[in-house]
């Protein structure tokens, strides 16, 4: 079976709709044909500051959602980045290999280091993709699903594969990136021309997952469209619209033009009613499932203890590969 391995931040306690559509629910499809690591990174989320209590609890929360999410520990492996410490230590020797121009063409990076300042840009910020590089490479994976704003770390973690194995010797897969057309981005419900994300400007854009039904129903309701009335999918001329139809479409597998054709001759206010009754079906059983896994730590323990175990073996074989590769004396 091909392998796969995503990653998803612990950082603002519930996931938000960009998250699910565009990853989480690839990594749940793809764990039937995929011999699947599913981690929460933990390390990238210090890369901004964080409350130790506050990182703690958005740890837990995170598990406890991809398993609401059907991601099943029975099926893939289910760990926290953190407790495989061959992430830090591969990152090291991407560090050694990325080249500081290379690095500072990011331009996740340059978006964020311009949002906090330089004096609030740690160094980890900006050697984040070659951290995320290292979290691809240990666990040699041919596939990485992930939504389109991780294209560039996808290609960047390409590029440092092939340099390793062209310049040491075969050692690492050189991992495709898994990126469906469709979901790929998720627009922001306020401002359809940027993406949804966690760091948005206006709250009322964002969806969290572990909002109140009656308030995920009221920002759908909310949601910018245009002064036309008609529905139909065109990103260029109606993103706002097109957001709308992808979201219901995905989460009820009925098609854009399926979709087009229902509400052929309505106007904005039924769709809006018809995806907020589709949303709250939705995130009121998502909330629930989470909230008992919340409630059920050992359980969660044992399953985190038995996936960290299993993600080692795999990352320890890569790690002393590639000391070895390098020329790093081994201990006795
Ligand atoms: N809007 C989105 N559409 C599609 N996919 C998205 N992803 C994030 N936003 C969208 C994908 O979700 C996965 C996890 O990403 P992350 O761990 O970077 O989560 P995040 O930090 O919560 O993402 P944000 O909201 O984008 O935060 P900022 O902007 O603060 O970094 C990834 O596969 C990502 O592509």
């Known amino acids: 079976r091909p392998r ?18 565009g990853a989480v629910r690839q990594w749940v499809a793809l764990q039937e044909s995929h011999d699947a690591f599913y981690m929460v990174v933990d390390l990238h989320a210090i890369t901004v500051a964080q409350d130790p209590a506050e990182l703690r609890a958005n740890t837990r929360f995170a598990v406890a959602q991809l398993l609401a ?8 492996t289910v760990f926290i980045q953190s407790h495989v410490p061959e992430h830090a230590q ?28 330089a004096d609030r840009t740690t160094v980890g910020l900006f050697t984040y993709p070659m951290l995320m590089v290292a979290d691809i490479l240990l666990y040699q994976a041919d596939q990485v699903p992930v939504g389109e704003d991780q294209r560039q770390h996808l290609e960047l973690t390409r590029n440092l594969a092939e340099r390793f194995n062209s310049t040491y010797g075969e050692t690492f897969t ?4 898994y990126i469906l057309k469709e979901t790929a981005k998720i627009y922001d419900l306020q401002d359809p021309s940027s993406k949804m994300s966690k760091s948005t400007a206006n709250p009322k854009g964002l969806i969290n997952l572990l909002d109140e039904p009656k308030t995920t129903a009221k920002k759908v309701k909310s ?15 109606k993103p706002g619209v097109s957001n709308l139809l992808t979201i219901y479409s995905t989460l009820t597998g009925a098609s854009v033009p399926e979709l087009e054709q229902k509400y052929e001759g309505k106007g904005y206010g039924a769709l809006k ?21 919340l409630d059920d730590p050992e359980t969660l323990d044992s399953i985190l203890a038995a ?26």
Not at 223 to 237: G, H, K, S
Not at 287 to 292: A, F, H, L, V
Request: aromatic share 8%; charged share 25%; hydrophobic share 40%.
């Open 4 to 21: 796969v391995l995503s990653g998803i931040q612990p950082t603002s306690g519930s996931f938000h709709l960009g998250n699910y559509l």
């Open 69 to 76: 999410a059907g991601v099943d520990p029975e099926r893939c």
């Open 90 to 117: 591969l990152g090291w020797v991407m560090n050694c290999l990325a080249g500081f121009g290379e690095a500072s063409r990011m331009t996740q990076f340059k978006d964020k280091s311009a949002r906090h300042g």
């Open 174 to 177: 050189v991992p495709d990136p």
């Open 223 to 237: 949601a910018v469209t245009d002064t036309d009335t008609v529905i139909r999918f065109d990103r260029a001329e």
């Open 273 to 293: 009613t018809d995806l907020a009754e589709v949303m709250v079906d939705f995130v009121t059983p998502f909330r629930t499932r989470t909230q008992e896994y």
């Open 307 to 332: 996936g960290a175990e299993k993600a080692r073996a795999v990352a320890a074989e890569t790690l002393a590969l590639t000391y070895d590769r390098m020329g790093l004396l081994p201990a006795k």
